[in-house]
C-alpha cells in the first residue's frame, strides 16, 4: 500500500511550473473534518465522524476519506479511503483507490477497490458516488447528495442523503444484496469563520432487506433517528 | 518649459531618507505656484503616512521590509524606501532617467514602471526582461522618456505588490498640457491584507467563495418569488443553477480580508487633500490594487476626465468612474467652499477608500452609504443578444453547448454597439472575425464559453448601469491627438479569458501562462488583439512595452491605453503596433489571475 501511495505522491508532486517567479499551482492540503458529532443513542452517545483530506495541485490530489464511530471507548466501524483524484471535468473528479472497512469485532474486515466520481452537479448538489470491487466479486455501490441552503452568509442548512446497496448478502458484516439503507442527515451550521462552524442536527438511519433482518436478529435498530450536536472545521 | 523644481532635485536626492521629509517643506516653498505644491502640502496635513516625492533624474530606491499598521495590527510590509504605498516619483519628459533599485528583502524582487514605454530590459518583469534582482543586489534602470502622464510602479515578483510594494510614477510633460488646474493631487487607491498573500491564494484554491458573503440567501429567493412570481424566478435562476455559477460572483477577494487604501490612509481616517476658494483641482488617481475594481465618484462635484491611463483624452464630465485594477485617470474638479467626499467603493461593495477635499480642515464631509450589491446578468454571462434582442432567456445556448463560431454568425459584417449599428473591421471600429473557442479550451480548466460575446462599449458595467449618475463608459473616451499609426491591422489575435471559478484556475484560450507558447509579433506590424472573456469576472489585461489602443468607435481618434478592462463575457478589442522589440508580459492585472491568465509576448 505504502508504494501505491508513494507511486501516487510521486505522479501528483513533481511539474512545479514558475510564471514570472511565481507558481499558478502550489502543492496544496486540504484537511476537512465535515462531520465530527455526538449523537443522541439509548447507553452511551456515539461520536461519529466524517472527514476527508487531500494533497495536490489543481488537477491531481491524494485524497483520503475516512467515516466511523467511536462508542464506549472503543472504535465501532470505521472506513478508510485512499485514492487518487483526477480532474475529468469542469465540475467533475475522478477518484479512484482502496477502501478499508474496519468492523466492530467479531466481524472481518474488507477491502475495496473503490471508483468514484466526485463533484457538483447542476443546481449545485454536491455529490460523492462510487462503485466499489471487493474479494470474490463483492460490488457495493454509494451514493451521497448534499444541498447548502444559505438562510445567511453564515447560517447554513445542509440536507444530506447517503444510499448504500451491496450486491450479495455478507452475512459476516451484516449487510445485505440490495438496497442496505438510507441515511439522511439534517444540519444547521454556524460558520463563525469560514473554517470553523459548530452545528445541530439530525441523522435518520434506515435499514432495508436482508441488512435490515441481520439487525433485527442481532437485536439492532432498523430505523434510528438521533439527534446531534457536532462541528465542521477545516484548514 | 523649466520649472523651478528642477534645480533642486540633485540635492533631495543626496539627503538621507528621514532628512528628506523635512527637506520637501523647503523645496515645497521654492515651487512656488507651479506644477506640484499641492502634493507637497497634502504631507504637512494628511495625518498618519506621509506622501513623499521624488523628483530628478536620478533615483536610488530601496526595497525592504516595513512594518506597517493598517488595521490595528502590526503587520510586516514589503516598501519602497520605507514607506506603503512608495514615494511619488516625478520624471520629466525628455529626461534620460536613472534608477538604481537595490533589494533588502529574502527574497527576489523586481520593479516594473507600468505604463511607461522604454526598452524591454528595463521593464522589470523577472525570467523576461531581466533575472530579477536578487537579495542584496541592485539594479540599474536607465531609459528615456518618450511620454507624460500619469502612471504607477510596482514589483512583478510574487505576490510582493499585495504586500506594499506599489507607488505612484507621474511624468510632468515637456510642453504645456491642454488643461489648466492649480492643484496637483495623486490618489492611489489599494487594497491591503493582513493575511500573507499565499495564504489567500491557497484559501482560493481550496474554497474559491472563501471571501464571498454576498451570496443568494433564502431570503433572497423569497424575495425574488414575492416580486416576479415562482415561475419566472425559476426560469431565471434555473440557468444560473444549471450551469453551477452564481450570480453573486463579482469578486474573489473582498473586503472581508482587505482594507482599502487611499493614499495609504485607511478609511476610517481617510486622506485630505486641501484646496482655496477657486482653485481647479486635479486628481490623478491611479488603482494601484492587488485585485480590487474601484467606482470613484465625488457627491455633489462633477468631475472632467483629462486622461485615461496617462494619455490625454477629449476632455469628458462625468459623475462617477470605474478604474479598473492599474488603470489610471487624470480629472479635474472645481470644488465649491466645502468639504467633499472622495468615494472610491470596491466594486462588490465590501468596502470603500475616502479621502476630503476640503479648504478648510475643520469642515467634514459626509460619507456617502455603499450601493446596493450588484448581481451579475446574462449579459455578464455573454449571453445578451444584439440590442434588439433584449434579455437571454432559456433558449439560448448554454456556453458549455456553443458551437465554434456560432457567436458571430449572424453578425459577420454587422454588430449591434448599443443603439448604433456599427461597421466593424477597419482600425478604430473593432474586429467583425467570427468568435472561436479552440480545443484548449475545453477541459477541466475550464467553466464556461461565452455564448454570444458582444461589445459592450456603451456598458459602465455591473453595479453602475442606469444608477442615475452619469458613469464613464470606455466609449466616451477618444484620443485628444489624432491617432498616430493609421494603419488598419494587417492580422488579428482572438484570445478568449478562461478559467475555472470553482478550481480557481485561470488561463488564456484554457491554457495557463507554465504550459502556453509565447505570442509572436512581427516588428513593425499593426495589429488587432481581440479579447473574449468566457468568465463572469472582469480582466484588466496589460499589455508591456506598447501601447494597446482602444477600438471605441472612431479610428480618427483611437484612445491609448496601458490596460484595458474586459468585461465579463463581453468582447473588446485594440489595436497596438509592434514597435518594442524584444520579450514582454501581457497578462490580467489582478494579482491571483496572472499566474495563470498570462502570456509571454517576443517581438521580433
Redesign the interface.
Same mark, same amino acid.
Given at each position: 500500500m505504502k508504494i501505491v501511495l508513494l507511486g501516487l505522491c510521486a505522479l501528483i508532486i513533481p511539474g512545479t511550473a514558475l510564471a514570472g517567479g511565481m507558481n499558478d499551482d502550489p502543492l496544496l492540503t486540504k484537511v476537512m473534518i465535515n462531520q465530527l458529532e455526538i449523537r443522541s443513542a439509548e447507553g452511551s452517545n456515539p461520536l461519529a465522524w466524517d472527514a476527508e483530506g487531500w494533497i495536490g495541485k489543481d488537477l491531481n490530489k491524494l485524497w483520503l476519506k475516512t467515516e466511523g464511530e467511536y462508542v464506549s471507548g472503543k472504535v465501532s466501524d470505521m472506513e478508510s479511503q485512499a485514492l487518487y483524484s483526477r480532474a475529468v471535468a469542469p465540475f467533475w473528479d475522478m477518484q479512484v483507490g482502496w477502501r478499508h472497512d474496519k468492523l466492530e469485532n467479531p466481524a472481518p474486515h474488507r477491502d475495496w477497490l473503490t471508483l468514484g466520481v466526485r463533484g457538483l452537479a447542476p443546481y449545485s448538489f454536491d455529490v460523492d458516488g462510487a462503485v466499489f470491487i471487493g474479494d470474490n466479486g463483492r460490488l457495493a455501490a454509494r451514493l451521497k447528495v448534499e444541498y447548502d441552503i444559505l438562510f445567511t452568509q453564515r447560517l447554513i442548512l445542509v440536507p444530506e442523503i447517503k444510499i448504500n446497496v451491496y450486491s450479495r448478502d455478507d452475512p459476516a458484516t451484516a449487510t445485505g444484496s440490495g438496497l442496505a439503507n438510507i441515511e439522511t442527515g439534517l444540519r444547521l451550521r454556524y460558520e463563525i469563520r469560514r473554517e470553523f462552524a459548530p452545528y445541530i442536527g439530525l441523522n435518520w438511519n434506515r435499514l432495508y432487506g436482508k441488512s435490515a433482518d441481520y439487525a433485527r436478529e442481532e437485536g439492532g435498530d432498523v430505523d434510528n433517528v438521533r439527534l446531534l450536536v457536532g462541528l465542521r472545521t477545516w484548514f | 518649459m523649466k520649472t523651478p523644481h528642477l534645480k533642486n532635485n540633485s540635492r533631495q536626492i543626496s539627503l538621507p531618507r528621514r532628512r528628506f521629509v523635512k527637506g520637501l517643506a523647503a523645496s515645497g516653498a521654492l515651487l512656488g505656484m507651479g506644477v506640484s505644491p499641492a502634493s507637497l502640502l497634502a504631507e504637512t496635513y494628511s495625518q498618519g503616512v506621509e506622501q513623499k516625492i521624488l523628483t530628478g533624474r536620478q533615483f536610488k530606491l530601496t526595497i525592504a521590509p516595513q512594518t506597517v499598521n493598517f488595521t490595528g495590527r502590526t503587520r510586516l510590509a514589503t516598501a519602497v524606501n520605507g514607506s506603503v504605498p512608495g514615494p511619488v516619483i516625478r520624471w520629466r519628459q525628455g529626461d534620460r532617467v536613472k534608477i538604481d533599485v537595490t533589494n533588502k528583502l529574502a527574497e527576489?524582487s523586481?520593479i516594473h514602471w507600468h505604463g511607461i514605454i522604454l526598452p524591454a530590459p528595463m521593464d522589470g518583469?523577472?525570467?523576461?526582461s531581466f533575472k530579477?534582482i536578487a537579495p542584496g543586489g541592485t539594479y540599474h534602470y536607465e531609459f528615456q522618456l518618450r511620454q507624460s502622464g500619469t502612471y504607477w510602479y510596482h514589483s512583478?515578483?510574487?505576490?510582493q505588490e499585495q504586500t506594499g510594494l506599489y507607488g505612484p510614477l507621474i511624468v510632468e510633460p515637456d510642453e504645456p498640457e491642454p488643461f489648466s488646474y492649480k492643484r496637483d493631487y495623486v490618489v492611489m487607491l489599494s487594497d491591503w491584507s493582513d493575511e500573507e498573500p499565499?495564504d489567500i491564494?491557497?484559501?482560493l484554491?481550496?474554497?474559491s467563495d472563501?471571501y464571498n *458573503?454576498?451570496?443568494?440567501?433564502?431570503?433572497d429567493l423569497e424575495g425574488d418569488i414575492r416580486r416576479q412570481g415562482l415561475v419566472r424566478t425559476w426560469a431565471a435562476r434555473s440557468m444560473w443553477?444549471?450551469?453551477?455559477m452564481s450570480d453573486r460572483d463579482l469578486s474573489d477577494v473582498t473586503g472581508y480580508t482587505y482594507t482599502f487604501l487611499m493614499n495609504g490612509h485607511p478609511p476610517a481616517q481617510g486622506w485630505t487633500g486641501l484646496f482655496k476658494r477657486g482653485e481647479k483641482v486635479r486628481l490623478r488617481i491611479i488603482n494601484g490594487s492587488a485585485m480590487t475594481f474601484f467606482d470613484v465618484r465625488i457627491p455633489g462635484l462633477a468631475m472632467t476626465v483629462v486622461a485615461a491611463d496617462g494619455q490625454n483624452i477629449e476632455p469628458v464630465t462625468v459623475d462617477e468612474f470605474r478604474i479598473g485594477v492599474a488603470e489610471t485617470y487624470d480629472v479635474i474638479v472645481e470644488p465649491a467652499e466645502r468639504a467633499y467626499c472622495l468615494f472610491a467603493q470596491a466594486l462588490d461593495r465590501s468596502g470603500y477608500a475616502r479621502g476630503t477635499l476640503t479648504p478648510d480642515l475643520s469642515l467634514k464631509a459626509g460619507i456617502p452609504a455603499l450601493d446596493p450589491y450588484p448581481i451579475l446578468t446574462h449579459q455578464d454571462m455573454g449571453m445578451a443578444m444584439s440590442a434588439k434582442g433584449g434579455q437571454g432567456n432559456r433558449t439560448h445556448n448554454m456556453p458549455e453547448m456553443a458551437m465554434p463560431g456560432m457567436g458571430a454568425a449572424g453578425h459577420k459584417k454587422m454588430v449591434a454597439g448599443g443603439h448604433n449599428m456599427i461597421q466593424r473591421g477597419p482600425a478604430g471600429m473593432g474586429s467583425d472575425t467570427p468568435v472561436v473557442h479552440v480545443a484548449s479550451e475545453y477541459?477541466?480548466?475550464?467553466?464556461?464559453r461565452a455564448a454570444n460575446p458582444q461589445y459592450h462599449l456603451d456598458d459602465p458595467g455591473v453595479g453602475l448601469r442606469r444608477n442615475g449618475r452619469r458613469v464613464l463608459r470606455y466609449s466616451d473616451l477618444r484620443n485628444l491627438y489624432p491617432t498616430a499609426d493609421s494603419r488598419d491591422p494587417s492580422r488579428e489575435i482572438q484570445l478568449h479569458l478562461t478559467g475555472?471559478m470553482?478550481?480557481y484556475?485561470?488561463s488564456i484560450n484554457g491554457i495557463?501562462?507554465?504550459?502556453a507558447e509565447p505570442l509572436s509579433f512581427k516588428y513593425g506590424e499593426r495589429l488587432r488583439i481581440t479579447f473574449i472573456n468566457d468568465t463572469m469576472m472582469n480582466h484588466p489585461m496589460h499589455l508591456h512595452g506598447m501601447w494597446s489602443e482602444l477600438e471605441t468607435g472612431d479610428g480618427r481618434y483611437i484612445p491609448r491605453k496601458h490596460t484595458v478592462i474586459v468585461q465579463p463575457g463581453s468582447r473588446i478589442s485594440y489595436l497596438v503596433s509592434a514597435d518594442a522589440m524584444g520579450g514582454w508580459?501581457f497578462h490580467c492585472h489582478l494579482l491571483y489571475h496572472?499566474?495563470?491568465m *498570462?502570456r509571454k509576448v517576443i517581438v521580433s
Open positions: - | 527576489s523586481s518583469v523577472p525570467d523576461i530579477g512583478h515578483s510574487g505576490f499565499a491564494y491557497a484559501k484554491k481550496k474554497m472563501y *458573503f454576498n451570496e443568494r440567501t433564502v431570503s443553477n444549471r450551469m453551477r477541459g477541466p480548466q475550464v467553466d464556461a475555472n470553482a478550481r484556475m485561470w495557463k501562462y507554465a504550459d508580459a496572472m499566474l495563470g *498570462f
